[in-house]
Structure formats: C-alpha cells, structure tokens
Nanobody, 123 residues
C-alpha cells in the first residue's frame, strides 16, 4: 500500500522559511514524479512544484524563485524548501506521486496523496 507522509509544516512569520519533507513508500521511487500541491480554505487544490525521477523540476509562477523542490532517491523522500514566505502561501500542503517520467501540474494526474501538513504564514 502506497503511503506518503508529509512533515515540516508550522507557523512562520512573513519573510521566513520552512522545509517540508515527504517520505514515500512508492516503489520504485525513482520511477515516480513527486509533486507538491496546496489548498487554502475555500479554494481549489493548486499546483506548487514537481520533480521527475531524473530531477527535472517545474514550478507554479507564484512560487518561482522562492521555493525549491528536491528529492533524495536513496531515502525515498522529496523536499520543498520554502523561502520568503508570504501570508498568501498559507494552506495545507500535500505531497503526491505519479508513476510517470514527466511532471504535471494537474492534480488528477497523480495517483497517490499524503494527508497534508498545515503551513501558516502570519503577517
């Protein structure tokens, strides 16, 4: 059974940083695209970033230059380094996995999801 477990969320002031982690039980991990999405109250789930098994990355325009996605295939873990956080980044952040070679910004393209971790940015 596929399990994705996020960690690292919390409360941070605007301008601060957080690092999210997602431990994945998908196998083989290196054959999966890993993505981060977020959902704020009353809004639809939106794409944040994705990384292919080979390390090709894709970002939403709203986070380019501030967020960095990376992965450690030896540890079956994907990370999201978030810098210069803004109040509008406040949301539940979800990790997702897709058995494919190409990244995708569409939530429906992903097969497995974690439970999410709350990120709150205060002004």
């Amino acid at each position: 059974q596929v399990q994705l477990v996020e960690s690292g969320g919390g409360l941070v002031q605007a301008g601060g940083s957080l690092r999210l982690s997602c431990a994945a039980s998908v196998s083989p991990f290196s054959s999966h695209v890993m993505g981060w999405f977020r959902q704020a109250p009353g809004k639809e789930r939106e794409f944040v970033a994705a990384i292919s098994g080979g390390g090709i990355t894709r970002y939403a325009d709203s986070v380019k230059g501030r967020f960095t996605i990376s992965r450690d295939n030896a540890k079956n873990t994907v990370y999201l380094e978030m810098n210069s956080l803004k109040p509008e980044d406040t949301a539940v952040y979800f990790c997702a996995a897709r058995r494919h070679t190409n990244t995708s910004p569409r939530p429906e393209s992903y097969d497995s999801w974690g439970q999410g971790t709350q990120v709150t940015v205060s002004s």
